[in-house]
């Protein structure tokens, strides 16, 4: 091991040579220095406005849900790494992936068959994409190219994904021109309205002879705008694309694994998906995979046609480490009570974040299962509100209007009352 840096020209040279997400170049802020994550508490390398430790409120964006440098999981990634940490999956395979893909199966809703396994979630909804454009060039509907989706959406920043994230909010504007043009309806609203599901009807059967799929985000929108919606537009969308000839693709990849309060977010509209991608919290937080898993039909479409393969296949498909501790991560979950805990994590954020409601700078306090978010009718001050944040011994990532948790399952209430805390203070700094 190498003499740890010290701080300072750690900091330095993160500024000059290293990308964070979303940044300009030289860093603008300076970002937090972690040294070792345990439970729900990242651990810094020096204080910081007086805290040592912050209660993670993001679950590293979604994914951290049993917590960090958990038991169980690490005993899972250094038994793989002992075997193997990495074999190509081109003519080979091995019992991670084969049994991690069978798992998913067993779980997701019914007619998912088949498994892709890709290293993350942008690539799952490529893959996604991919897979529903090839299985209609295979039917000899290759006009069938486009997708549709709602606004408010977030798919990941690569090509496609782009493509179908929200117009405003996302990079449209930079690339119009470049971005295949894809379909979009209005924002979903949060309760059932007929005549917005009118207008999504409307929309997927005029588009019929072009559209590939409706790609969205069940239930929940993240990145895009932290928005719900009601599970009844799911099942007017599936009825829709059943009637006209067009694939539905449900990006589950912050959804998936209990975090509305149902497993899948598809199981709340009791829907079914032709495609579903799977991400962020597959591996508890601990290595970057994703899976994107489709129907039998889309399949058996796909192998019989002029070229009769899915031609996708990247380096470190089904990467056995992120297979071994993505499988000890879904049995994990499912061998404890996730449901009372996410139950346990809505009533604490609805509890604890009740006093933003009608606050000053305040449009919204939104809770649904382990999420919550408090909306601001502005702009949020970053630098601020991180650092509310951190006083109150939270760690929070605002972005645009919005201040929002999703903690890691195995929050204890009192580590949550503070979370709630900290997203209070956050919200009126900023
Ligand atoms: C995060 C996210 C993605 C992209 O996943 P990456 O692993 O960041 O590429 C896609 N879709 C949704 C819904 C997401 O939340």
């Known amino acids: 091991m190498p003499e740890p840096l010290p701080v300072p020209e750690l900091l330095a040279l993160d500024r000059a040579h290293v990308w964070h997400p979303y940044g300009p170049m030289p860093g603008r802020a300076e970002p937090l220095v972690v040294e070792s994550a345990s439970g729900v508490r990242l651990r810094l390398a020096e204080p910081v406005h007086g805290q040592r430790e912050l209660i993670d409120g993001m679950a590293s964006w979604w994914s951290a849900i049993h917590g960090y440098n958990h038991p169980v999981l690490n005993a899972a990634a250094r038994d793989q790494l002992e075997r193997m940490s990495h074999v190509m999956f081109g003519g080979l395979t091995h019992e991670p992936a084969v049994r991690l893909a069978a798992r998913l199966v067993e779980i997701t809703p019914e007619p998912l068959r088949h498994v892709f396994l890709s290293d993350s979630g942008s690539v799952a909804v490529e893959v996604a994409v991919k897979m529903c454009l090839q299985y209609w060039r295979s039917a000899g509907r290759p006009a069938k190219r486009r997708l549709l989706t709602w606004r408010g959406g977030y798919h990941g920043d690569t090509w496609q994904p782009m493509a179908v994230c929200d117009p405003d909010g996302g990079m449209h504007r930079l690339w119009s021109g470049a971005l295949p043009r894809q379909i979009f309806a209005d924002a979903p609203p949060a309760a059932y309205e007929e005549s917005y599901a009118e207008h999504l009807r409307e929309l997927v059967a005029r588009h019929a002879d072009e559209l590939a799929a409706v790609i969205v985000e069940p239930v929940a929108q993240g990145a895009g705008g932290m928005r719900f919606h009601s599970p009844g537009y799911l099942r007017v969308l599936r009825e829709a694309c059943d009637a006209h000839g067009v694939l539905l693709v449900f990006d589950e990849i912050a959804t998936g694994f209990g975090r509305t309060g149902t497993l899948f977010a598809a199981d709340r509209a009791g829907v079914s998906p032709d495609v579903m991608c799977l991400g962020k919290a ?81 449009a919204e306090v939104r809770v649904l299962g382990g999420i919550g978010v408090v909306e601001l009718d502005h702009e949020v001050d970053m630098a601020s509100a991180t650092r509310a944040a951190v006083r109150a011994g939270v760690w929070l990532r605002p972005f645009r209007n919005l201040v929002y948790v999703m903690p890691p399952y195995v929050m204890d209430d009192a580590d949550l009352a503070q979370v709630c805390e900290g997203v209070l203070a956050a919200a009126e700094a900023g």
């Open 282 to 362: 597959l591996t508890g937080g601990y290595l970057s995979m994703a899976a994107t898993l489709c129907t039998a039909e889309i399949a058996d479409g796909i192998s019989r046609g002029e070229v009769p393969v899915l031609a996708h296949g990247p380096t470190f498909m089904a990467n056995p480490l992120a297979a071994a501790v993505a499988g000890a991560s879904v049995d994990l979950l499912l061998a404890g009570d996730w449901a009372r805990e996410v139950e346990r994590l809505e009533s604490g954020l609805r509890k604890g974040l009740a006093a933003a409601e009608g606050a000053r700078g305040v």
